[in-house]
């Protein structure tokens, strides 16, 4: 459910994950799935601490990336930068060693340090001209640093370079090319709403996160009712994130 639920409704997901959590607690999987709906929460604490009893229970570095981008959203990117140049980073495979890349720049981003952030995402796997899983996003981000240094023509070529290898729509380069082409993009009228002469919000388009919204206080009590009602089995989450 929280591998269901992640994308669309995190609230939901984190919600499954709490009753999870009381049901299977050591089990890693259930504690990676809780740590990733933490993560997608925002509630950054909790998924440290999920990711880390994830990795106690498997000996696994595959979360170490992730484990730093939460040292970045509890506001200390130097503990991120620190962890960037841990043994445990030579051990994660090449989509494993890109994220953590992307991490360590977002983290000198943080620190102001916008050039350094540009020279870290650089390397052969931004030069490549194969289309690997992590391709769109690491132009994305290549991108959007470029922009932030007031280097506008190039950041235009590596968002159209991000579009290029953005076949599964991860990233909104299409719109921030858009944006920067002058080119403003509004909503289609609600067709179910009968309204008809108020035009919609403009789309929201750039990496901003979503803010951190409180769990309904009734939706973890459903979750509850769900799995109470004489169910004999209970699914283990699969959390498996990029």
């Known amino acids: 459910m929280v591998a269901n639920l992640i994308d669309d409704d995190p609230e939901e997901a984190y ?6 959590l009381r049901l299977a607690s050591r089990v890693a999987a259930v504690r990676e799935a809780a ?75 943080d620190m102001g340090q916008i050039d350094a952030a540009i020279v870290t995402l650089q390397g052969p796997e931004l030069a490549s001209n194969s289309v690997q899983p992590w391709t769109a996003r690491l132009r994305y981000a290549y991108a959007d640093a470029l922009l932030t240094a007031g280097r506008e023509a190039e950041a235009r070529e590596w968002f159209a370079k991000a579009i290029e290898a953005d076949k599964d729509g991860l990233t909104d380069a299409s719109d921030r090319l858009a944006q920067l082409d002058g080119v403003d993009f509004v909503d289609a009228l609600d067709e179910e709403s009968g309204e008809s002469g108020e035009p919609s919000e403009p789309r929201v388009s750039g990496e901003a996160r979503e803010s951190k919204a409180d769990a309904d206080a009734g939706a973890e009590s459903a979750v509850a009712d769900d799995v109470a009602g004489g169910e004999s089995g209970v699914e283990h989450a699969e959390g498996d994130k990029d």
């Open 15 to 20: 919600a499954y994950s709490r009753i999870a």
């Open 35 to 109: 740590g990733f709906a933490a993560y997608a929460t925002q509630r950054y604490t909790e998924a440290l601490a999920e990711f880390r009893a994830a990795r106690r229970m498997t000996g696994s570095v595959e979360l170490w990336p992730v484990m730093a981008d939460c040292e970045r959203g509890l506001g200390r990117p130097e503990r991120a930068m620190a962890m960037a140049g841990e043994p445990e980073v030579q051990k994660l495979d090449k989509a494993g060693q890109v994220e953590m890349r992307m991490v360590a720049a977002g983290a000198r981003r």
